[in-house]
T-cell receptor, first 113, second 110 residues
Framework: KAGVTQTPRYLIKTRGQQVTLSCSPISGHRSVSWYQQTPGQGLQFLFEYFSETQRNKGNFPGRFSGRQFSNSRSEMNVSTLELGDSALYLC????????????FGQGTRLTVV | GESVGLHLPTLSVQEGDNSIINCAYSNSASDYFIWYKQESGKGPQFIIDIRSNMDKRQGQRVTVLLNKTVKHLSLQIAATQPGDSAVYFCAEGSARQLTFGSGTQLTVLP
């Protein structure tokens, strides 16, 4: 079956703009988590959604937000982009009962200039 | 705060040898621990996980050991192959999130 799909793969944005990233989970998976990966900070948890509800949130400013749709697809939005937001944004899906067996997408590489 | 860390940032092994990647964690309340492999340009790939009530689990060519006394986790890869070259992350799972370590770069030498 198809894996986790993230679009777009690459993005270049200007400081101050906003961006929306998309994630389609594995069929049947109801939990979607988002992570930010940078060389300096590693992989950091952003938030997790299950059945359209945010169940958990990491320590990121309010500029980072997300949502999940009834078909489990998820989007994350970053407003007022800063240079430090440049990162690989990863989405992971799991069945929902536990997040241990999370499967990751290839990520969206965001560059802020 | 709670953290998951790795002992070594890089590890080089000869093809065919066994590899051992170590990880220290600090959150004794974690329910499970997971190892991921990340190749260049790809997202992390699930390798194996272990519940906190276990001390060993085996998969195909991989074994994870959990020592709760010293809060230590290790990943053993048998007969390491060139395709095993990647960054390996340990992660702890609790409260519906994963907390990742900083990663170890494994390089397999011919």
């Amino acid at each position: 079956k198809a894996g986790v799909t993230q679009t777009p793969r690459y993005l270049i944005k200007t400081r101050g703009q906003q961006v929306t990233l998309s994630c389609s989970p594995i069929s049947g998976h109801r939990s979607v988590s988002w992570y930010q990966q940078t060389p300096g900070q590693g992989l950091q948890f952003l938030f997790e959604y299950f059945s359209e509800t945010q169940r958990n949130k990491g320590n990121f400013p309010g500029r980072f937000s997300g949502r999940q749709f009834s078909n489990s697809r998820s989007e994350m939005n970053v407003s007022t982009l800063e240079l430090g937001d440049s990162a690989l944004y990863l989405c992971a899906s799991s069945r929902g009962d536990i997040v241990a067996e999370a499967f990751f997408g290839q990520g969206t590489r965001l560059t802020v200039v | 705060g709670e953290s998951v860390g790795l002992h070594l940032p890089t590890l080089s092994v000869q093809e065919g040898d066994n590899s051992i990647i170590n990880c220290a964690y600090s959150n004794s309340a974690s329910d499970y621990f997971i190892w991921y492999k990340q190749e260049s340009g790809k997202g992390p790939q699930f390798i194996i996980d272990i519940r906190s009530n276990m001390d060993k689990r085996q998969g195909q060519r991989v074994t994870v050991l959990l020592n709760k006394t010293v809060k230590h986790l290790s990943l053993q890869i048998a007969a390491t192959q060139p395709g095993d070259s990647a960054v390996y992350f340990c992660a702890e799972g609790s409260a519906r999130q994963l907390t990742f370590g900083s990663g170890t770069q494994l390089t397999v030498l011919p």
